[in-house]
């Protein structure tokens, strides 16, 4: 942290700044420039922030040089991680696909979307059994029913869950199931999630907050790392802003943003962004070309009969479409596709 004193400031306000600091157990480094003093502090960043330094007389601005979030910023870790699903990698030399359904209707409806979804070349399943739904009146999921069709499905393709857990208090449950946990857009900051999900021993997809900040975004990775969870991957859904033709806006700088920032793999979700068909197939095209570790996307074998985000749904052509596109584009970039 620094101090930048205003221009001129007397000698007695820059003592009292660094007294202050000294008192507090920390050490702070007087600059004397030409126009302007600096006081550089070295100790907590957290017990100088409770000083209100800002506030003493002679202060101009206080500025924070170092990243509020530790364990998962680039700055303390160089080397890009890769997260192991179940053996399937998502990291910085591969690209991976995650498919299927938004959620878990049934089991025929759930292992034929799977099917799709291998077939397209996906090696991890996606699918709700517990869906946070913006109206308390629409489909909320089978719950441990759904969970229970999942594993069925994974025995029977042998693809890998990711799955969404949206309360506490069910996190060992769905771990007991689940390869990847998934905390949504909704939960972000659901701390008391994310310190559970931090603890399960699961390797966690962590959505942002459809208003979130890259610095919010990443402080919630920091609460599953802090209990000892790395494992925890990024995935851009898109964003609120003034534009209504799309569900949300896909901020596709938040992936060389993010990797710049964090160690962490990020990924894309081009199907809660777009919430259209037909904007799935060039936004993985966009993913794949600006550095997304995967992409997850929704598909169904009956879109039209969907319980949850129909008008999304890959099948038919477009699901064809995909599947050239995770395969060709990826070598572009340097990356293969994993299989
Ligand atoms: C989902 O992936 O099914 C989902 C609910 O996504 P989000 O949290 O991004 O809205
Ligand atoms: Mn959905």
Redesign the pocket.
């Known amino acids: 942290m620094v101090v930048v004193m205003r221009t001129g400031a007397a000698p007695e306000e820059i003592d009292a700044v660094v007294a202050r600091v000294e008192a507090a157990g920390g050490s702070a480094f007087v600059s004397r420039g030409v126009q302007r003093t600096i006081v550089g502090l070295v100790g907590d960043v957290v017990q100088f922030q409770a000083l209100n330094l800002a506030t003493m007389p002679g202060v101009g601005d206080v500025v924070r040089v170092s990243k509020p979030y530790k364990l998962v910023s680039r700055e303390n870790h160089p080397e890009a991680t890769t997260v192991s699903v179940a053996g399937v990698p998502i990291g910085p030399d591969t690209f991976t696909l995650i498919a299927g359904p938004?959620?878990v209707e049934t089991p025929e409806q759930t292992l034929a979307a799977a099917l799709m979804a291998k077939e397209a070349g996906a090696t991890l399943l996606?699918g709700?059994a517990y869906?946070?739904r913006t109206s308390p009146y629409a489909f909320q999921g089978l719950g441990e029913k759904g969970l229970r069709i999942l594993a069925e499905v994974r025995e029977e393709t042998g693809l890998p869950i990711v799955t969404?857990v949206v309360d506490a208090h069910d996190v060992s449950l769905v771990a007991e199931y689940a390869d990847m946990l998934?905390v949504?857009?909704?939960?972000m900051q659901n701390f008391a999630l994310l310190q559970a999900v931090g603890a399960a021993g699961k390797p966690v997809m962590l959505?942002r907050g459809?208003t979130a900040t890259y610095e919010e975004w990443l402080m919630a990775a920091e609460y599953i790392a802090q209990r000892g969870n790395l494992d925890i991957v990024l995935?851009e859904?898109?964003i609120r802003t003034f534009e209504t033709s799309t569900r949300n806006t896909l901020d596709i700088a938040a992936v060389p943003m993010m990797h710049a920032l964090s160690h962490l793999p990020v990924i894309i979700?081009p199907?809660?962004s777009g919430g259209r068909r037909d904007l799935v197939v060039p936004l993985t095209r966009a993913a794949i070309g600006v550095g997304a570790d995967a992409v997850?996307v929704?598909v169904h074998p009956d879109p039209s009969a969907a319980l949850?985000?129909g008008p999304q749904a890959l099948f038919g052509a477009e699901l064809d479409q995909l599947a050239a596109a995770c395969r060709d584009l990826p070598p572009v970039v340097g990356r293969t596709l994993v299989r």
């Not at 949504?184 to 939960?187: V, Y």
Request: glycine content about 12%; charged content about 40%; hydrophobic content about 10%.
């Open positions: 938004c959620a996606r709700g869906k946070p969404e998934q949504g857009t909704r939960n959505k459809m995935c859904r898109g979700d199907s809660h997850i929704d949850c985000d």
